[in-house]
């Protein structure tokens, strides 16, 4: 059963049907925006706009998708997809920035001599990148996706749901992310739980900290970083529905994610690094090296006080009374 009848995106009471054409609307338009400067490649800013784009319009189809009946090769398999081919691009410029900043500010000269042979390596890695995109931006998943979303704009087609005020649908939306990222396994990482509950362990030495993240904990919070990414996209959807707390609580959430994507960035560095001179990081780059162990050390310092906040039974249950109601 369908609702074959455009909905009133100009309603002042808007229903879920309204915020779901929107938010597809929105984002889809920022990736045709920008697709054009991806293919040019002249600045970066274009891929990580498209990639955001993309990933918030993964975001708005998945959990939108009680309300809305898209066709069904608008998934979000094949969404991840094309995201994940611009995500491959984009990590490469990201690494090639954090090295050109890397040698300008703390390199001695040998060791920046040294990385003009990691730049080497990173370009060739970044062209077949762009070969990638460049193919998948003409290929017919692509092209059906788009015009799909075109065509599912034109004449949308809604579920029954969709025509549920906002209001009441609004923590129903929400809490499901909210839970998958409260639940998070790397919450517990650096942890001890005890009778007298979790203790999260503090004081430790760098070389602690790196032992914690070499045995796996570094792709468990980079999971909660990706999960962190979710949630904010979804909250940030409805931040004219909330107040204050809710503001503040979207604040948090985007500080986590840029907090674990700082010890992310800094840890595939140094396993690329490693991988393209076949050595310890610590011998070819002793300096850069110590660098990144500090760096992931100051990360780690900034960390520990949210997970500390966010383990605590009350901040959980504040952030759900938050959720449960909007203006």
């Known amino acids: 059963m369908t609702l074959a009848s455009k909905l009133d995106v100009k309603n002042k009471e808007k229903n879920l049907g309204d915020y779901a054409y929107a938010a597809i609307q929105k984002h889809f338009q920022k ?17 990580h706009q498209m990639r955001v784009g993309m990933r918030r319009l993964r975001t708005a189809v998945t959990r939108f998708q009680p309300a809305v009946n898209l066709p069904k090769i608008i998934n979000d398999k094949n969404i991840s997809k094309i995201a ?28 920046r001599q040294s990385l003009q042979a990691a730049f080497n390596a990173l370009e060739k890695q970044r062209k077949n990148a762009l070969l990638e995109v460049r193919a998948t931006l003409k290929d017919e998943l692509y092209k059906s996706i788009k ?9 949308p087609d809604f579920q029954p ?20 990222f409260l639940l998070h396994p790397g919450w517990l990482v650096g942890i001890e739980v005890e009778h007298a509950g979790i203790i999260v362990l ?16 570094a792709r468990v919070l980079h999971s909660l970083r990706k999960q962190a990414k979710r949630l904010r996209y979804q909250m940030e959807l409805f931040s004219q529905l909330y107040g204050e707390g809710y503001t503040t609580y979207v604040a948090e959430v985007k500080k986590i994610q840029e907090i674990l994507g700082s010890i992310q960035d800094s840890t595939v560095l140094s396993e690329w690094l490693v991988d393209v001179f076949k050595c310890k990081l610590e011998t070819e780059f002793p300096t850069l090296a110590t660098f990144l162990v500090q760096n992931r050390y100051q990360m780690w310092k900034q960390w520990q006080p949210l997970q500390k906040r966010y ?9 759900h009374l938050v959720v449960l109601n909007p203006l």
């Not at 990590?91 to 890397?102: P, Q, S």
Request: aromatic fraction near 4%; hydrophobic fraction near 40%.
């Open 161 to 180: 749901l969709a025509s549920l005020s906002i209001q009441e649908v609004l923590p129903d939306l929400l809490l499901p992310e909210v839970s998958s």
């Open 31 to 47: 990736i045709l925006k920008w697709e054009t400067e991806v293919k040019k490649d002249k600045d970066p800013e274009a891929l």
């Open 202 to 217: 503090q004081e430790w030495e760098a070389e602690k900290i790196e032992q914690e993240l070499a045995a796996g904990n």
């Open 311 to 319: 383990l605590q039974a009350k901040t959980r249950k504040e952030l």
């Open 147 to 155: 015009q799909n979303l075109q065509d599912w704009l034109e004449q």
């Open 84 to 111: 994940r081919r611009l995500g491959n691009l984009r990590d490469l410029d990201v690494l090639k920035e954090t090295l050109a900043n890397l040698e300008q500010q703390i390199l001695p000269k040998k060791e």
